[in-house]
């Protein structure tokens, strides 16, 4: 199976437990207004845009289709600023065990692979495979994700995979659809089939205190999941940054430390002992 | 008086006391000339291809000397009238006691023992609250008054009470000295233990982390580390090191194949010569192994000393013979297969060439990669990739290493600063180093980046020490004299920070 990979990094400390490679699929079904990483939500439109402002001519339209050359380009991202379509040219269609050979380039000082985005369950049958291969090299598997798309419709692929790093955006639906143009009630039944199946890796909450109640969060979370599941779940608690956010968020103040110690002291009272603040 | 080392060192304003005296005794040493030097070692020594490592003109004590502290413990001494320790009080007032009698080459102990071993069970009846003040005091003593950075404990593998109360302590502390390392076996040392140690090297610099079982068949009885990572029989230590600088022999050399031929092979052997006078005159004149306490209580012993035969400035030599072509060691095989075909070279003839008194060793010197001298200029430590042109990816950075450290059996380590990041997952730098050691890389030490610890050749200094000493302070610990200069020559600032 295919899919269009954004990156592949042979080593992260921030995408999971350990030291994991890290592979990011380009595409996302929904638009955060905090997205940092916009450029991988669309797959390119060939509109040609990024190719003559590329300074080092690594860019190209050959036959209606913008071409690529990774050994020109000195990744200056030029392409990426000038893309109005939220795409990047840097994109490769790869097989999943193409992938799988990349990631292998990283042993042995890797335990798991991480897929992010992008959206990976975008490609649940590219997920499959490629968890398939990492098993039986003995890694251990997860998936970032925002928890649109049903789990439970994929046994196959959660029997490969260890678990999920579920971003929680909000706990109101209205919120949620003006926050990211997408549906909540799925990310509500996958954070319950994940925590019911041993599957739920950790819950995050990035924290826009204008937007999001991030206080409902904590609190719609630990109901859900009920006290005994939530103790030693890890909640991350992420602060808005503007990095990379392209629109109305562009140059929008993070949260500040008062705020971040008063939603985790309140997360500690509904329940959370395993949190951090990022 | 001009140049006159004795006049320099007393009327210095940027030294102390203890440090004006070390280089008054380093000066009177100078005075004799006692070693067989040959013509040959003068014509080496003086291209600066063959190095003595400023050791002096008359060793009249080892280099490094590892007591061994366990026996310490179980026997006192005669000579320093101490009885065998009772209590945690004891223990480390004899410590201390003994501290003070243990040569080196920097007029200080070298080797402080396996500290938790030694403490923990001292503490089995005691609270924390209890340990943690007179654990501080001792710490405190081993950096106030020992001050010199290359003063080493050493901990590990297995996890104690003890050895968590020190890290406990060093994060606390911020202590420059002791130097520490952790001996790491992911097979003995757990891994919550191991991600405490990382942790709190990214916060305070220590400890560095040693690949146990690369070293622990190496050494039949036991084995120490050392000062910046020397790795040495326990109960003995090493007579003297001396140092092939690659860089500088390889400009002695008509051409490429003059060198690899005749002038590497060359110097190996007049190395070993100029090595073996060192120590014939220790053992045989000094009178150190046949007078000193150390000696005669069985606290160290004559066989279990050896000789450390160093290899410094692969990583510039390499790209000095491989310039007109253009290819770097650490990024280009041509340039690394190079380098595996020298040190092949330099290994086949010190395992050849006889070595002096060296039977723990199997009559041989033992190689170390030698992290460096802080006047050295264009020498890159040991088998390191200079500072600035380290590889992008961090994992080709250690396979790289693991290729190189296969040749040392006595010390050749790697130094990364991390990003603060980092500390929040310290299991993905530990998941790191059990890949590297599994594939042969023998040390590695991560320091924070942002921290006001900075580690130089192994050893740490405090950057706002530094700034102290160049703004012409006397300071307290030993190393920021030999730190300052090494800092700039070798553009410590700029290595590679390592983040996600």
């Not at chain 1, 049958?125 to 398939?132: A, N, S, V, W």
């Not at chain 1, 890796?201 to 719609?220: H, K, N, S, W």
């Not at chain 2, 703004?471 to 800092?487: C, F, K």
Request: hydrophobic share 35%.
């Amino acid at each position: 199976m295919k899919a269009p990979i954004n990156r592949i990094l042979p080593y992260s400390f921030v995408d999971g437990p350990g030291n994991r490679a890290a592979v990011f699929v380009q595409g996302c079904n929904i638009h955060c207004l905090y997205c940092h990483n916009p450029e991988t939500q669309n797959l390119c439109r060939n509109c040609g845009a990024c190719v003559e402002t590329c300074p080092v001519s690594a860019l190209s339209l050959v036959n209606g289709k913008v071409r690529w050359n990774k050994e020109v380009c000195v990744r200056c991202d030029t392409c990426i600023r000038v893309c109005s379509h939220r795409a990047s040219p840097k994109v490769e269609v790869m097989e999943a065990k193409e992938v799988m050979a990349e990631i292998r380039k990283s042993y042995p000082y890797i335990r798991g692979i991480t897929v992010s985005g992008g959206e990976c369950s975008l490609y649940p049958e590219f997920l499959k495979e490629l968890f398939t291969y990492a098993k039986q090299d003995g890694l251990t598997t997860l998936m970032d994700s925002n928890g649109t798309t049903d789990f439970s419709g994929y046994p196959k692929l959660m029997e490969v995979s260890d678990g999920v790093m579920l971003d929680v955006k909000s706990w109101k639906d209205e919120t949620y659809e003006k926050l990211t143009g997408g549906r909540n009630d799925i990310v509500k039944s996958n954070l319950v089939y994940l925590a019911k199946t041993g599957k739920l890796e950790e819950v995050r909450i990035v924290t826009l205190p204008d937007y999001v109640d991030a206080f409902e969060v904590v609190d719609g979370i630990a109901e859900t999941l009920g006290a005994e599941m939530i103790e030693d779940l890890l909640l991350k608690l992420i602060r808005f940054r503007r990095f990379g956010v392209r629109g109305e968020l562009k140059d929008h103040a993070s949260p500040d430390s008062d705020y971040m110690s008063k939603l985790e002291e309140h997360a500690k009272e509904k329940g959370f002992q395993n949190t951090v603040i990022l | 008086m001009p140049n006159n080392p004795v006049y320099e060192a007393i009327t210095s304003r940027h030294l102390n006391y203890h440090q004006k005296l070390n280089n008054l005794w380093i000066a009177a040493e100078n005075t004799l000339d006692v070693l067989e030097e040959s013509d040959k070692w003068r014509y080496y020594y003086n291209g600066g291809g063959l190095c003595d490592m400023n050791e002096g003109n008359a060793p009249y004590r080892p280099r490094y000397v590892q007591v061994n502290f366990e026996k310490f413990v179980k026997q006192g001494s005669r000579f320093l009238k101490i009885d065998p320790p009772k209590d945690l009080d004891e223990l480390l007032w004899s410590l201390e006691i003994l501290y003070n009698y243990i040569p080196s080459i920097t007029g200080k102990p070298v080797f402080l023992g396996n500290i938790d071993k030694l403490i923990d069970p001292f503490i089995v009846n005691m609270s924390d609250e209890e340990v943690l003040p007179k654990l501080e005091r001792f710490l405190g003593y081993i950096n106030r008054v020992i001050a010199n950075a290359y003063s080493h404990a050493n901990m590990g593998p297995e996890a104690t009470r003890a050895g968590e109360l020190i890290l406990q302590l060093e994060e606390k502390l911020q202590l420059e000295c002791p130097n520490l390392t952790l001996r790491y076996d992911p097979d003995i040392t757990p891994d919550d233990f191991a991600e405490k140690a990382i942790r709190c090297s990214i916060r305070c610099g220590n400890p560095a982390i040693a690949n146990h079982k690369a070293h622990k068949d190496t050494f039949r009885d036991g084995y120490g580390i050392s000062s910046c990572y020397n790795i040495l029989p326990l109960g003995g230590g090493f007579y003297t090191l001396s140092r092939i600088v690659l860089p500088r022999l390889a400009k002695m050399a008509k051409d490429r194949d003059d060198f690899l031929n005749n002038v590497l092979p060359d110097a190996c052997e007049v190395l070993n010569e100029y090595m073996n006078s060192r120590v014939r005159f220790l053992v045989e004149k000094s009178g150190f192994f046949d007078t000193d306490f150390l000696v005669t209580e069985g606290l160290v012993s004559r066989d279990h000393f050896i000789g450390m035969y160093g290899i410094a400035g692969l990583c510039d030599c390499v790209n000095y013979l491989c310039a007109e072509k253009g290819y770097r060691y650490g990024h280009d095989e041509e340039a690394d297969d190079l380098a595996d075909q020298i040190m092949s070279i330099v290994e086949k003839k010190v395992n050849e060439l006889p070595a002096l008194y060296s039977e723990y060793s199997g009559g041989h010197f033992m190689l170390h990669a030698q992290a460096g001298l802080a006047t050295d200029v264009g020498v890159t430590s040991g088998v390191r990739i200079i500072v600035g042109d380290e590889p992008e990816n961090l994992l080709d950075h250690f396979n790289h290493s693991c290729r190189f450290h296969r040749f040392f059996t006595s010390g050749c380590s790697d130094i990364f600063p991390v990003d603060v990041t980092a500390e929040r997952n310290p299991a993905s730098l530990l998941d790191i180093v059990k890949g590297a050691f599994a594939k042969g890389d023998k040390y590695c030490a991560f320091y924070g980046a942002d921290g006001d610890m900075v580690r130089i050749t192994g050893y740490l200094v405090k950057k706002s020490d530094l700034e102290k000493y160049d703004s012409s302070e006397v300071v307290l610990q030993d190393n920021v004299i030999n730190g300052s200069s090494n800092y700039k020559l070798n553009r410590l600032k700029d290595r590679k920070v390592r983040s996600v």
